[in-house]
């Protein structure tokens, strides 16, 4: 089993910078790729970014891409989402997600990931 805790979320506002965290525990987590989704009210899990299990690759939604960075830090078991230039659309509750399986990664697709956190708030006021 893998445990997955967020970290770093809060209440920004628009224009402003925060860095989730998410930290691992329970297995290898170099042998993990790694993503961040985000869950708007009323609205279905989102793919955000994700992040190769080397850290070679990184992949971004469109909406995010330019503002956001996922980073990994294999030695720490932890991911990163450094978010830049915030908006109010950017409200969500945003959850990590860790990926064991060696066959294709279809890296935006929730069911693509074996384990989740728990979610951390973002709030993004205007």
């Known amino acids: 089993q893998v445990q997955l805790v967020e970290s770093g979320g809060g209440l920004v506002q628009a224009g402003d910078s925060l860095r989730l965290s998410c930290a691992a525990s329970?297995?290898?987590?170099?042998?993990?790729?790694m993503g961040w989704f985000r869950q708007a009210p009323g609205k279905g899990r989102e793919f955000v970014a994700a992040i190769s299990w080397s850290g070679g690759n990184t992949y971004y939604a469109d909406s995010v891409k330019g503002r956001f960075t996922i980073s990994r830090d294999n030695a720490k078991n932890t991911v990163y989402l450094q978010m830049n230039s915030l908006k109010p659309e950017d409200t969500a509750v945003y959850y990590c997600?860790?990926?064991?399986?060696?066959?294709?990664?279809?890296?935006?697709?929730?069911?693509?990931?074996?384990?989740w956190g728990q979610g951390t708030q973002v709030t993004v006021s205007s």
């Open positions: 997600a860790a990926r064991y399986r060696r066959n294709a990664w279809f890296h935006d697709r929730v069911n693509e990931y074996d384990f």
């Open positions: 329970g297995r290898t987590f170099s042998s993990a790729a």
